[in-house]
């Protein structure tokens, strides 16, 4: 099975960017949707960003779009959610998922979960 590792979470300042990647160990990312969430503190985990395997369909939270983009690059296994213009609202633990129900916004259609990577963007 397929384990997401994320990387690339920091501190930035509001109005800045970030990109954040997320790695397949295990096996690669073929033949699944990709997507990242986000969970804030107190508040729900909620859905970014996702791509297909061969990165012809993407989708995005309206919260973000516009600003952030997920890309795939199949020759490294990995997948990249661009961030700019990051806000203070922003700030949560982004995490990766995988799972074979396409490019979709729910969670619990995704198998495969990362531990999270932090983001802190500060006003």
């Known amino acids: 099975q397929v384990q997401p590792v994320e990387s690339g979470g920091g501190l930035v300042q509001a109005g800045g960017s970030l990109r954040l990647s997320c790695a397949a160990s295990?096996?690669?990312?073929?033949?699944?949707?990709v997507a990242w969430f986000r969970q804030a503190p107190g508040k729900e985990r909620e859905f970014v960003a996702a791509v297909s395997w061969r990165g012809s369909t993407s989708i995005y939270a309206d919260s973000v779009k516009g600003r952030f983009a997920i890309s795939i690059d199949n020759a490294k296994n990995t997948v990249y959610l661009q961030m700019n213009s990051l806000k203070p609202d922003d700030t949560a633990v982004y995490y990766c998922?995988?799972?074979?129900?396409?490019?979709?916004?729910?969670?619990?259609?995704?198998?495969?979960w990362g531990q999270g990577t932090q983001v802190t963007v500060s006003s």
């Open positions: 998922a995988a799972g074979d129900r396409g490019v979709v916004r729910a969670s619990p259609w995704y198998n495969y």
């Open positions: 295990g096996r690669t990312f073929g033949g699944y949707a």
